[in-house]
């Protein structure tokens, strides 16, 4: 199985201030049509996880602009420009290059 | 909308069976997504368990291969969990989820409100 690795794994940031989230992977996503196969999802207090970032780049529907991510092969980024109250949660990248697909420990960000 | 909502026992008594469905609205079933169970141990992160696709094919995660199965209900428009041989290690919340493969927004897109399954005697 292709291993996921998540850093860090808690940050807390002041709101209006920037957020970056590592996540690399034990073998390359980067698929023969060009395209790396690395979504993130958040994770609300209490709530079900939603799709954030699918394909490492592309916002899924209703996400705002300040999410963006980035990478290939086997590094990746999730950056949120200004972080905002709601952002509060837990943050997980998950690689569908392969079966089964495998999710990184997750990223616990809160608000200072 | 698509929605997805599991149900089923929520507390299942050790070496027992875990059984779960997940009723499917707003989507069919044979409309050519794979339908997963994910789950997420109290505190802890998410764990895919498999899929199926609505011909019946599956895929399992081998930890659970032994014990695991992933049935579909087309006429019923959902799918089911049944795992077998239970310990406290597979208490979580378990979630349906829909995967649109190939689909012009791949990803897990849509998902279950979750349900807590306890192990416990």
């Known amino acids: 199985d292709i291993v996921m690795t998540q850093s860090p794994l808690s940050l807390s940031v002041t709101p209006g201030e920037p957020a970056a989230i590592s996540c690399s992977s034990s073998q390359s996503l980067l698929h023969s049509n060009g395209n790396n196969f690395l979504d993130w999802y958040f994770q609300k207090p209490g709530q079900s996880p939603h799709l954030l970032i699918y394909?490492?780049?592309f916002r899924a529907s209703g996400v705002p602009d300040r999410f963006s991510g980035s990478g290939s092969g086997t590094d990746f980024t999730l950056k949120i420009s200004r972080v905002e109250a709601e952002d509060v949660g837990v943050y997980y990248c998950m690689q569908t290059l392969q079966t089964p697909p495998i999710f990184g420990q997750g990223t616990k960000l809160e608000i200072k | 909308q698509v929605q997805l909502q599991e149900s089923g026992p929520r507390l299942v008594t050790p070496s027992g069976t875990l059984s779960l469905t997940c009723a499917v609205s707003?989507?069919?079933?044979?409309?050519?997504?794979?339908w997963s169970w994910v789950r997420q141990p109290p505190g802890k992160g998410l764990q895919w368990i498999g899929e199926?696709?609505?011909?019946?094919?599956?895929n399992y995660y081998a930890s659970f291969k032994d014990r695991l199965t992933i049935s579909v209900d087309t006429s019923r428009n959902q799918f089911s969990l049944r795992l077998t041989s239970v310990t406290a290690a597979d208490t979580a919340v378990y979630y349906c989820v829909r995967d649109p493969r190939g689909a012009v927004v791949p990803g897990f897109d849509s998902w279950g409100q979750g349900i807590l399954v306890t192990v416990s005697s």
């Open positions: 394909l490492t780049s």
């Open positions: 707003g989507d069919s079933i044979i409309g050519g997504s794979w």
């Open positions: 199926i696709y609505h011909t019946g094919k599956t």
